[in-house]
Structure formats: C-alpha cells, structure tokens
Nanobody
Framework: QVQLVESGGGLVQAGGSVRLSCAAVGRTFSLYAVAWFRQVLGKERESVAA????????YYADSVKGRFTISRVNAKNTVYLQMNSLNSEDTAVYYCAADTRRGSWNWSASSSYDSWGPGTQVTVSS
C-alpha cells in the first residue's frame, strides 16, 4: 500500500482557483491510478477526476469537465488537481485515492481504490 497526504485546500471566492496536491509515499512503484473524490457532509462521496499512473490518461466527472485538470509528476509521486472557475457546489472535502491492486478498474468507483488520504477541505464563498 501507499500513504497519501493531500494539501492545498482552503477558502476561495467564487470564480477563483485552487490547486490541490496529493503526495504518495511508501510502495509508490505499485501505483496504477490516482483519483480525486469529494464529499459534502450528509451526501455520498462522488468521483471528480482520475489519472492512470503510467500512461497519464485522464478522466473527469461531467460536473468538472473544462474547469478542473488532473495531472501527475511521476518523479515526485505527486498528483495535482487544478480547480478553476469554482462555485459553491464545489465546496466539499476532497480526498485523494490510489489503486495499487491493478485489478478491474472503474475510475469513478470508490471501491477501485485501496488507499485514501485524510482529505482536505475546500470552501467556495459566494
């Protein structure tokens, strides 16, 4: 397994931008994919974006397409989520998740990931 630590959350005004980072430590050679999920208190966790570790293929939820960009720097074992044009509906705790099992992978399914970070709060003020 790997350990994940998110950073970069905080308070941002509507229309603004923020970049989240997810640093992986441990068995990073086993990384297959990394994703971002978000959750609002009382609601289900939802997928936001994912990236395959080797090929760099990216996947996005419809709600964030064109506004969010996921990227990775393999040498730093770090994944980023650049979030632009933020609105109040983006307010949530954002979680980084990693798949190291290389099994059947559905990028948007939380069950596809075996390691999770503690989360970072992003609050968009209007």
């Amino acid at each position: 397994q790997v350990q994940l630590v998110e950073s970069g959350g905080g308070l941002v005004q509507a229309g603004g931008s923020v970049r989240l980072s997810c640093a992986a430590v441990g068995r990073t050679f086993s990384l297959y994919a990394v994703a971002w999920f978000r959750q609002v208190l009382g609601k289900e966790r939802e997928s936001v974006a994912a990236i395959s570790w080797s090929a760099g293929n990216t996947y996005y939820a419809d709600s964030v397409k064109g506004r969010f960009t996921i990227s990775r720097v393999n040498a730093k074992n770090t994944v980023y989520l650049q979030m632009n044009s933020l609105n109040s509906e983006d307010t949530a705790v954002y979680y980084c998740a990693a798949d190291t099992r290389r099994g059947s992978w559905n990028w948007s399914a939380s069950s596809s990931y075996d390691s999770w970070g503690p989360g970072t709060q992003v609050t968009v003020s209007s």
